[in-house]
């Protein structure tokens, strides 16, 4: 078996913008696994190219010929198959994700139009937070088809929820799959109900107040880890769960994933960006499915709405007014 002979002639393309922490990790997920070629921008000058070069000095190593280019100009992004942005700055603590909300919003706009004059056939995939109101934004400045643009958070809390289930059994966590839905914050909707065990369900195998206690940990597990990293926010779990998307999306793959979507009347909500089932594949969001939900669960998910909503408004004031 030689991974060279995996190559293709004409090797896919990801831009990656944000050569952060989340970044600069999806970056060599995305080569290491021999999914594409990267291309690393960043506004820092020289720091792209460094790791850039760091990552390809590694490429003997890790058994793989992807290039990966480091930059601060977009036309070295031209062509991409995918676009992530990344870009913007995370949470320190104590810090709501909405305190980030004016300064990203401005990065991931001039991002994605400038990402979309080089690359108008790409799909995009909004990494930065609060992330449906940068997913939202994104969409809006560019005026992409919604199958071709989506915002990562789902695969990340449902990896967390996931985690945690799987340390409370004692299980194998590739035997436990769980989905959460909604915003990417404290209102995110997990869903316990259709969480499993290799197919058995949890609520067969916990009381209810140990998933309760196991769903707030979910909700709370992005600040658990700002609080003790205290200069940043997770980026190892944000990279992988960025990466099934886009391998997903490259190998046309059709796997089921939460991906923070643009409704049309799906579980009743219109014109918002939040969490729900998609199936991802070669031209991007190939169908929203849509769940059967309780009552609870459908209240909830229009809470997340409601909000997300909100903070759209608030940052076309501010802008309005500057
Ligand atoms: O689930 C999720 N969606 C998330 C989101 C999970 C984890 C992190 N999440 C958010 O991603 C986080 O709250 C931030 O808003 C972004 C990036 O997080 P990261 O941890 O990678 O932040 P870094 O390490 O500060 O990297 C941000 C980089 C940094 O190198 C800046 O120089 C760069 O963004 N930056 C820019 N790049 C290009 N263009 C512009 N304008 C720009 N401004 C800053």
Not at 122 to 132: E, G, H, K, R, S
Not at 159 to 175: K, N, P
Not at 181 to 208: C, K, Q
Request: negative net charge; aromatic residues 6%; glycine residues 8%.
């Amino acid at each position: 078996y030689s991974p060279f002979s995996q190559i293709k002639r004409h090797s896919p393309r990801v831009t990656v913008i944000g050569a952060g922490k989340v970044g600069s990790t999806l970056a060599q997920r995305i080569a290491e696994k021999n999914l594409a070629d990267v291309v690393l921008l960043d506004v820092v000058e020289g720091m792209p190219r460094g790791l850039a070069l760091d990552l390809m000095e590694a490429r003997g190593i890790e058994l793989h010929n992807r290039r990966i280019i480091g930059t601060t100009d977009y036309a070295d992004t031209s062509d991409s198959d995918i676009v992530v942005i990344t870009a913007g700055f995370p949470r320190k603590p104590g810090m709501t994700r909405d305190d980030l909300l004016l300064t990203n919003a401005k990065i991931v706009m001039e991002a994605a139009n400038k990402s979309m004059s080089y690359s108008p056939d790409a799909i995009y995939i909004v990494v930065t937070n609060p992330l449906d109101v940068m997913t939202y934004l994104a969409w809006q400045a560019t005026g992409l088809p919604r199958d071709r643009i989506m915002g990562m958070a789902g695969v990340l809390d449902s990896a967390r929820f996931e985690t945690f289930i799987a340390m409370e059994l004692g299980v194998c966590s590739l035997d436990v799959k769980a989905m959460v839905l909604g915003s990417h914050g404290d209102l995110m909707v997990p869903l316990p109900r259709y969480a499993t065990v290799n197919g058995i369900p949890i609520t067969e195998l916990l009381d209810a107040a140990t998933i309760e206690r196991l769903v707030q940990r979910t909700r709370n597990g992005g600040a658990e880890i700002v609080e003790l990293m205290q200069t940043g926010s997770a980026f190892y779990t944000p990279a992988s769960s960025t990466c099934v998307m886009v391998e997903s999306i490259l190998l046309n793959q059709s796997r089921l994933l939460p991906v923070a979507a643009y409704l049309q009347g799906e579980y009743g909500l219109n014109d918002i960006f939040t969490g729900v089932p998609c199936r991802l594949g070669s031209s991007g969001i190939e169908e929203i499915m849509e769940l059967k939900l309780t009552d609870a669960e459908i209240d909830a998910l229009h809470t997340c709405a409601h909000e997300v909503r909100k903070n759209i408004t608030r940052a076309e004031e501010i802008f309005a007014a500057v």
